[in-house]
């Protein structure tokens, strides 16, 4: 069955430094990564995505992603740190077993991130 | 600039009550779903629909009910509400080819008491 794991639940790191936020994945086939963003009491907000082409995409917010296929994860990432990059994110991943027909995204639980001034 | 459209942000049930979670989008998509999302549990697919007159479950079906009878709109009817409901409701569409991913709406908290 198709899953995402995010290992972490919350994330510290200070401002200016940079920033991990981790992502494994089991699908069958190609996967489509997603990562989104929710702020406090917001909607989920999309970051970035890989469907096809370089392993490293570029998203929104100077975030980026790595997308390596034989460690099966698609880590987020960025340089360096603000405050403001504090929130919640989730990786997703397209349940591949019902392919375009469907399009169901499947979620992990999510990772804190906390960003100290 | 609508996007998705999700009403009530807050609602407040008691137990045996039932209620309807309203759900539009403007960009014609076809494809939406509702997911619910509770502390460590991420967000979890309750009911989804491909298009206009076809939904189908998701991993968390059981007290709520469907239907899309225009391609915009996407309601969630829950029967009668119980505790285990209180949760925050996202309703999200997307293009069925799904390459760019998933529009939220800003959910609706609904606490059941």
């Known amino acids: 069955a198709q899953s995402v794991a995010q290992p972490e639940d919350q994330v510290n790191v200070a401002e200016g430094n940079p920033l991990t936020v981790k992502c494994t994945y089991s699908v069958s086939g190609n996967p489509y990564l997603f990562w989104y963003v929710q702020y406090p009491n917001r909607g989920l907000q999309f970051l970035l995505k890989y469907i096809t082409g370089d392993n490293l995409v570029k998203g929104s917010y100077g975030f980026e992603a790595e997308f390596n296929k034989s460690q099966t994860s698609f880590h987020l990432k960025k340089p360096s740190a603000l405050v403001s990059d504090s929130a919640l994110y989730f990786c997703a991943v397209r349940d591949s077993v019902y392919g375009g027909a469907t399009n169901k995204l499947i979620f992990g639980t999510g990772t804190l991130l906390a960003v100290q001034p | 600039n609508a996007g998705v459209t999700q009403t009530p942000k807050f609602q407040v049930l008691k137990t045996g009550q039932s209620m309807t979670l309203q759900c539009a989008q403007d960009m014609n998509h076809e494809y939406m779903s509702w997911y619910r999302q509770d502390p460590g549990m991420g967000l979890r697919l309750i009911h989804y629909?491909?298009?206009?007159?076809?939904?189908d479950q998701g991993e968390v079906p059981n007290g709520y009910n469907v239907s899309r009878s225009t391609t915009e709109d996407f309601p969630l009817r829950l029967l009668s509400a119980a505790p285990s409901q209180t949760s925050v409701y996202f309703c999200?569409?997307?293009?069925?080819?799904?390459?760019?991913?998933?529009?939220f709406g800003s959910g609706t908290r609904l606490t059941v008491v």
């Open positions: 629909s491909v298009g206009a007159g076809i939904t």
């Open positions: 999200a569409s997307s293009s069925t080819e799904g390459r760019h991913g998933y529009t």
